[in-house]
């Protein structure tokens, strides 16, 4: 049997440092974050969809504006969790379970055009 997959990307700008680490990360430093969240279903919904892009983007846009242009260590739940990429994968995995009738099958968090980490269950 197939499988349906889509995707919604967002992103933000935010600082944000890591504790214990070694290395410049321990300073304060900013990124553009990009956020993919990806759906996946072996069959459509009554109107043909795996999940409406509208309702993502909507939920995606809440979780943006508590993290958009602050400092990450600042902001719940990350003010106790050092805000790593896994972190902030495994954050808006969560949330958005919570907030969507469809889980995600996948959120990628983009540091950079280059690196990125991924949370699913």
């Not at 072996?42 to 509208?54: G, K």
């Not at 846009?61 to 969790?81: C, M, Q, R, S, Y």
Request: aromatic share 10%; glycine share 4%.
């Amino acid at each position: 049997m197939g499988m349906y997959e889509v995707a919604v990307k967002s992103s933000f700008s935010a600082a944000h440092q890591l504790i214990g680490h070694e290395g410049a990360c321990a300073d304060l430093h900013g990124h553009n974050w990009t956020v993919e969240a990806m759906f996946a279903a072996p069959q459509l919904d009554e109107i043909q969809m795996v999940v409406d892009f509208y309702h993502v983007k909507k939920a995606m846009e809440t979780l943006i504006g508590k993290l958009d242009h602050k400092i990450l260590n600042e902001v719940p739940p990350f003010d106790e969790a050092n805000p790593t990429a896994e972190k902030l994968a495994e954050y808006f995995y969560t949330e958005l379970k919570k907030s969507l009738p469809v889980p995600p099958s996948l959120v990628k968090v983009f540091e950079t055009d280059h690196t990125w980490a991924s949370y699913r269950e």
